[in-house]
């Protein structure tokens, strides 16, 4: 399914090797996943950083958004086929869905250091990617799931087949409430709205919710630092949660599925 990001070409697994016949090659790393994100830039310093992914690891470890991963497998649980993650992040949700054995799994993000991590979880393929220029064949996934990252159509209805189905997570109305609450002043409710596209067509919406305890000041870091909020808010307002020991708040996701 993959493909070089050079010329396009299929990239066939030659024992730790990619290459595809033009000769582009690209090695597999020692935790299993390869770097195919053309940049001039090195990898490490594209999409989050280490502190963030591991933050972001250690937080889902814990089950917090068990409630998510759940419902996704759920979901899954009688499909078969091929699966892309868009945007896998250190690979909690991929890891739990690649262990159906009737799914074959792919996931990559733009941060390498989430793809390592992801890649250390198994039960899947992991690849660096820019979402942009996904080096996946065209109409090649029978499954895309998209959680919490920009939506590119074009990108996701390219890679899917005919009759495709693709799941996009978007926070609902009141996730994460009592941290918001905590933080603002007059905070505001998420407007659920989920994104509009030509190329696919929405064909249901689902909402889970439930309450989490934030258990300590740790964990109510991570989980601040994992949304948007957290590079919009001053440092004024940041400190306001640093006094916190614990912190109870709703979590909302919205489910949109769309078929090509």
């Not at 993959?2 to 070409?9: D, E, H, K, Q, Y």
């Not at 409430?177 to 030509?198: C, H, S």
């Amino acid at each position: 399914m993959l493909i070089c990001p050079v010329c396009g070409l299929a990239l066939k697994k030659d024992g730790r090797v990619y290459a595809c016949e033009k000769g582009h090659s690209f090695d597999i790393a020692k935790e299993n996943y390869v770097n195919l994100l053309r940049s001039s830039k090195n990898g490490d310093f594209i999409g989050d950083d280490k502190i963030s992914a591991r933050m972001r690891r250690d937080f889902l470890n814990k089950g917090y958004y068990g409630l998510l991963q759940e419902e996704l497998c759920r979901i899954f649980a009688e499909k078969s086929g091929i699966l892309l993650d868009i945007c896998c992040g250190e690979g909690y949700y991929t890891a739990a869905l690649g262990a159906n054995p009737d799914l074959q799994v792919y996931g990559f993000d733009i941060s390498r250091e989430m793809v390592r991590l992801a890649a250390k979880r198994g039960s899947g393929t992991y690849f660096v990617a820019n979402m942009a220029n996904i080096p996946i064949a065209d109409g090649s996934m029978d499954y895309c799931i998209h959680l919490f990252a920009p939506f590119n159509e074009d990108s996701f209805s390219r890679v899917l087949k005919e009759g495709g189905r693709l799941y996009t997570v978007i926070p609902g109305s009141r996730h994460l409430w009592g941290l918001k609450q905590a933080v603002y002043d007059t905070p505001y409710e998420n407007d659920e709205v989920l994104p509009e596209t030509k190329q696919l067509r929405l064909i249901s919406r689902r909402k889970v919710a439930a309450n989490i305890i934030l258990n300590s000041q740790e964990d109510i870091q991570a989980v601040f630092r994992m949304t948007p909020y957290y590079f919009h808010t001053s440092q004024k307002d940041k400190d306001k949660l640093l006094g916190l020991e614990n912190l109870e708040t709703p979590i909302e996701f919205v489910i949109g599925e769309y078929e090509k």
